[in-house]
C-alpha cells in the first residue's frame, strides 16, 4: 500500500470531521505514504444546512492535497469522480461517513472506483444510524456500507449497529484519537482575559454546535439545582445554535440563571478553541445520544476533566471517577457530579488522570488499523 485517496470533507469546509481528516491525512504522508483528499465542491445544499455557514476563513492545512470536486447532490458528479478514481487506481480508498445522506454519493463514487480491480475500499464511521432519523436512512446506509471492503470504527457502538448490515466484513475498533491540531493549551488566566471573562469563578464548558441530542437543556437543568447554585460556578455555551435556541433561552429564564450562563454562540474558529478549553474547570457533555465525541478528544488534548453521560462510546472514551465522570442522562445526576467536584477539590487529580489517559489515543494507532485491516482485504 503506497496510495491513498480519503473521500472526506476538508478545507474550506469547517467541523471536526474535516479537521480529523486533514490531521490523519498528515499522519499518513508523515509514516511515507502519498495521500490525496476528495473534498466536497458541494456538501450541503442551503437548505438542508441547519448552521450559519458551512465555510471556515482560516488558512488552508500546509503541505495536503486537497481537490474539492465531490458534489453531493449531482449524480452526474458522482459518476465523473468515480471514474477519476478509477483511472488514478490509488491502492486505498478511505472514506468518512456520518450521515445517511452521504450515502448514494459515496457509495457510486466507491463502486466505480473498485471496477479497476486494484483499489480497495474502507470507511472510518463516525455514525451508521443517525441521531436524528429521517425516512430512507437505512436503505442509504446499506448502499454505501455495500460498496465498503472494511470499517473503521470509533465506538463499539457503531461497530454494533454496522453488524447490522455487513455482519461479516473485517472491522477494527480504534478509538478516536486526540485533537492536537488546534495549538498548544493556553494558561486560564490568558485565556480568561482573551474571553473577557472574570477570574471569580470556576467555569463548566460545553463547547460544539448545538442540537437536541446534545442535552444542553439537561445541563441547563443542572445549573439550576440549588446545590450548584451555591458553588457559584459559570457555564460556558461555546458554539453555534443547530435549531432555535428560544427552548434553552426559556429554560434559563425559568431557572433564574441569567447570571450564570455566557453564550459564545457562533462558530469557534480552529486558533481560538484552545482559550474556551484553557478557562473551563471541567468539559460537560450531556448527550442524550452519542456514538463518539470530537469534544472529549479535544479535553484530552487540553487535559481537561470531562463529565459525560453514560450513552454509545463515552463510557469508553472516559474512565470514571479517574479522567472524569460519567453519569446518567438526567440533570440530577449531572448536577451531582459538577457539586462533587468542586466541593472535593477533584481538578487536580482528574487532569492527571487525563494527561495519563491521552497516550492511549494516538494517530499512530489509526494508521497501524488501517494497515492491518488493508491486509485483511
Keep these: 500500500m503506497e496510495r491513498i485517496v480519503l473521500l472526506s470533507p476538508a478545507h474550506p469546509l469547517r467541523g ?53 470536486i465531490v458534489n453531493s447532490i449531482n449524480p452526474f458528479n458522482w459518476w465523473k469522480v468515480g471514474r477519476r478514481l478509477r483511472k488514478e487506481a490509488p491502492d486505498l480508498a478511505i472514506a468518512r461517513f456520518w450521515l445517511p445522506f452521504m450515502a448514494p454519493a459515496m457509495g457510486t463514487i466507491l463502486r466505480l472506483a473498485k471496477g479497476n480491480g486494484h483499489t480497495k475500499t474502507m470507511a472510518i464511521t463516525d455514525n451508521v444510524i443517525p441521531h436524528e432519523k429521517r425516512p430512507g436512512d437505512r436503505l442509504f446506509t446499506r448502499y454505501f456500507i455495500d460498496a465498503v471492503d472494511a470499517f473503521i470504527v470509533m465506538s463499539r457502538s457503531v461497530g454494533e449497529d454496522i453488524r447490522q448490515f455487513a455482519p461479516q466484513k473485517p472491522l ?35 463547547f460544539g454546535f448545538i442540537r437536541d441530542y446534545k442535552g444542553l437543556d439537561l445541563l441547563l437543568r443542572a445549573m439550576g439545582d440549588p446545590k450548584v447554585r451555591e458553588l457559584g460556578v459559570r457555564l460556558i455555551v461555546a458554539g453555534e445554535f443547530y435549531g432555535s435556541e428560544e427552548p434553552y433561552r426559556a429554560i434559563i429564564r ?76 438526567n440533570a440530577p445526576a449531572i448536577a451531582e457530579a459538577i457539586v462533587d467536584f468542586f466541593t472535593h477539590g477533584r ?31
Excluded at 31 to 47: A, R
Excluded at 189 to 199: I, P, Q, T
Excluded at 271 to 286: H, I, R, S, T, W
Design 16 to 68: 471536526g470531521i474535516a479537521s480529523s481528516t486533514e490531521r490523519l491525512a498528515q499522519e499518513l504522508q508523515e509514516q511515507g505514504y502519498t495521500v490525496c483528499i476528495y473534498s466536497f465542491s458541494l456538501q450541503y445544499p442551503g437548505f438542508l444546512f441547519p448552521g450559519k455557514t458551512q465555510y471556515t476563513e482560516g488558512p488552508p492545512p500546509e503541505g495536503l492535497d486537497i481537490l474539492p
Design 172 to 206: 477494527a475498533y480504534i478509538p478516536h484519537p486526540i485533537f492536537d491540531n488546534y495549538g498548544p493549551k493556553c494558561a486560564r488566566e490568558e485565556s480568561l482575559k482573551r474571553l473577557g471573562l472574570s477570574g471569580e469563578y470556576p467555569y463548566l464548558l460545553f
Design 254 to 329: 425559568e431557572e433564574g440563571i441569567e447570571k450564570e450562563v455566557i453564550f459564545f454562540s457562533d462558530y469557534i474558529p480552529n486558533e481560538e478553541v484552545k482559550y474556551y478549553f484553557g478557562a473551563a474547570n471541567l468539559v460537560v457533555q450531556p448527550y442524550k445520544s452519542a456514538t463518539q465525541s470530537g469534544i472529549s478528544q479535544l479535553a484530552y488534548h487540553f487535559e481537561r476533566p470531562m463529565l459525560v453521560t453514560g450513552v454509545g462510546g463515552l463510557p469508553e472514551i472516559v474512565e470514571h471517577e479517574k479522567e472524569g465522570y460519567v453519569v446518567e442522562v
Design 347 to 377: 481538578e487536580a487529580e482528574m487532569g492527571e488522570g487525563v494527561r495519563r489517559g491521552k497516550q492511549r489515543f494516538s494517530w499512530d494507532n489509526m494508521v497501524k488499523g488501517i494497515e492491518s485491516l488493508f491486509h485483511e482485504i
